[in-house]
C-alpha cells in the first residue's frame, strides 16, 4: 500500500511536533487548575471502544476524572455487543446492551454513540474507515483514547485500527492514548508510557461497568482489571491507576513508516 502522507505533510507533522504544537498531554487536563476560564479551557475528549464495557473498563477512572476536571467525554462504541448475550438474537441482545452502555455513560457522565458495526463481525475496510472518521471529525476530538492494537479479540484490534488510520490521514493530529483490557488474556505486550490516579474515581468506574448487568460485572473484573488498577498503582505510587501508551512523533517517524 502506498504511503497516505506526503512527505510535505510528514515534514509539516514532525515540525509542528518538534514545536510541540501536535501534543496536548492528558496530565494537564486532569489538572483543575490549568482550566481557569472554563468553557474556553474545556476540551472535547473521545473513547473509541470495540463492545459496551469496553472504555469504561479500559478507561472509565480516567474519564470520569476528565469529566470532573470540566471536559466533555464522548465514548464511542464501534459494535452494541449483539453477540455478547447467549441465547438471545442478535437485536434483543443489542438493545439491552445499549440500554447497559447509556446507563454506564451517565454514571461517568459521557455521550455514549453507538457507530454500528456487528459484534463478533467487525470491519475494517475504506468504507468503514471513512465512516469512523467522519464520526471522529463530528466530535472534533482533542485527545482520543482507544484500545491497544496487540489485542487476542478482532473487535478490539478493528476498532484500534480504524483509529490509528483515522488518526494518520488526519491533518491536526489529536493526541492518541491506547487503553488496555483483560492485559495478558486480551491486550497483549502492553507496557504504559502514562498513567493516572484513578484512585478517587475507582468507585465510578466500579459502578459503571457494573451497569452492564449482561455481561456478569464481577467477570470482567475476574478479568483481570481488579489486579491490572491496583499493580498499574503500585507502578504510580498509588492506590490503583489506569496505564496508557502514548501514541508519538518518534512512533510516526520512525516505526509506522
Ligand atoms: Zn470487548
Redesign the pocket.
Known amino acids: 500500500m502506498s504511503n497516505p502522507l506526503s512527505n510535505n505533510s510528514r515534514r509539516q507533522f514532525v515540525k509542528n511536533a518538534a514545536a510541540g504544537l501536535s501534543f496536548l498531554p492528558l496530565s494537564s487536563l486532569l489538572n483543575a487548575q490549568t482550566i481557569t476560564t472554563p468553557p474556553a479551557g474545556k476540551k472535547k475528549i473521545v473513547c473509541i471502544?470495540?463492545?459496551p464495557?469496553?472504555p469504561e473498563s479500559g478507561c472509565g477512572g480516567t474519564l470520569a476524572k476528565l469529566v470532573h476536571a470540566g471536559h466533555d467525554v464522548t465514548i464511542i462504541y464501534l459494535t452494541t455487543g449483539e453477540a455478547g448475550i447467549d441465547g438471545k438474537p442478535h437485536d434483543e441482545a443489542a438493545a439491552i446492551r445499549k440500554q447497559e452502555a447509556i446507563n454506564a455513560s451517565k454514571v461517568l457522565g459521557a455521550k455514549p454513540v453507538f457507530a454500528g458495526q456487528i459484534d463478533g463481525d467487525t470491519i475494517m475496510n475504506n468504507e468503514w474507515l471513512g465512516k469512523l472518521q467522519q464520526i471522529i471529525a463530528t466530535e472534533a476530538p482533542d485527545l482520543v483514547f482507544t484500545h491497544w492494537p496487540v489485542d487476542s479479540?478482532k473487535?478490539?484490534q478493528v476498532a484500534s485500527l480504524l483509529v490509528i488510520q483515522t488518526w494518520i490521514r488526519s491533518p491536526q493530529k489529536f493526541p492518541l492514548y491506547f487503553f488496555e483490557?483483560c492485559t495478558g488474556e486480551q491486550s497483549l505486550i502492553f507496557h504504559p508510557t502514562d498513567y493516572v490516579d484513578i484512585s478517587d474515581t475507582q468507585e465510578q468506574k466500579r459502578q459503571s461497568v457494573y451497569c452492564h448487568v449482561s455481561q456478569d460485572p464481577p467477570g470482567i473484573y475476574a478479568c483481570g482489571h481488579a489486579a491490572m488498577e491496583e499493580f498499574r498503582g503500585r507502578e504510580l505510587g498509588v492506590k490503583a491507576a489506569e496505564g496508557f501508551v502514548r501514541m508519538s512523533g518518534k512512533m510516526m517517524g520512525g516505526n509506522m513508516m
Open positions: 471502544g470495540g463492545h464495557d469496553d479479540h473487535d478490539h483490557v
